[in-house]
């Protein structure tokens, strides 16, 4: 079976500086997908970045980027000039297989705190 | 486009009474997916339609639990009867391939 762990509960960062959540996996598959999502306060879940495992180049979008270490199954998330919305929870997940129907497994989840 | 949708954002009951979570999936979208999140831990996966069928249902954790998918358009969540250990938060979400859009979630409490 496929896990994600997220081994910090909560971070706190200064507003403009960047910051990297850790994410590791375990999994026997060749083929993986790995995500990220944030949730804020309002509870709704939102697609930040992906990773497959074949992609050679880390994934870009705007401020996050995906720093994709296969050999040491990690897939942090790093956040360039945070901001105060940045603040939320952040889930890493892995799109797990089986016989045709697929499903994400998620990690606990780090709390990031932007101050002023 | 619309995004997901699901209803109620809340629902508060006594424990043993029956209520039904719906989801309305991004259009066009044939996989929808259910997800919950207790107290403290972590998103779980309860099962995945693809369009009408259940692909999926490992993650259903009892029979007090029934989806259904009608038409393959929207689906409903029934649970009955609940239990104080199902508060929580379920999630739906609906992917055309491998990107899952997710709804804001209903928030279950049981009493």
């Known amino acids: 079976a496929q896990k994600i762990t997220q081994t910090q509960p909560g971070m706190f960062v200064q507003e403009k500086e960047a910051v990297t959540l850790d994410c590791t996996y375990d999994?026997?598959?060749?083929?993986?997908?790995l995500f990220w999502y944030k949730q804020p306060s309002s509870g709704e879940m939102i697609f930040l970045i992906y990773q497959g495992s074949y992609d050679e180049q880390n994934a870009t979008e705007g401020r996050y980027s995906l720093n994709f270490q296969k050999a040491r199954k990690s897939a942090n998330l790093v956040i360039s000039a945070s901001q105060l919305g940045d603040s939320a929870m952040y889930f890493c997940a892995m799109r797990e297989y089986n016989r045709g129907a697929q499903k994400l497994v998620f990690g606990q989840g780090t709390r990031l705190t932007i101050n002023p | 486009e619309a995004g997901v949708t699901q209803f109620p954002s809340h629902s508060v009951i006594e424990k043993g009474q029956t209520v039904t979570l719906r989801c309305d999936p991004i259009s066009g979208h044939d996989n929808l997916y259910w997800y919950r999140r207790v107290m403290g831990k972590e998103i779980k996966f309860l099962l995945h339609f693809v369009k009408e069928s259940k692909q999926d249902e490992s993650g259903m954790p009892n029979n007090r639990f029934l989806a259904e998918r009608t038409g393959g358009t929207y689906s409903t969540l029934k649970v009955q009867p609940a239990e104080l250990e199902d508060s929580g938060v379920y999630f739906c979400?609906?992917?055309?391939?491998?990107?899952?859009?997710f709804g804001p979630g209903t928030r279950l409490t049981v009493l």
């Open positions: 999994t026997s598959d060749q083929s993986y997908g």
């Open positions: 979400a609906s992917s055309r391939e491998f990107e899952q859009f």
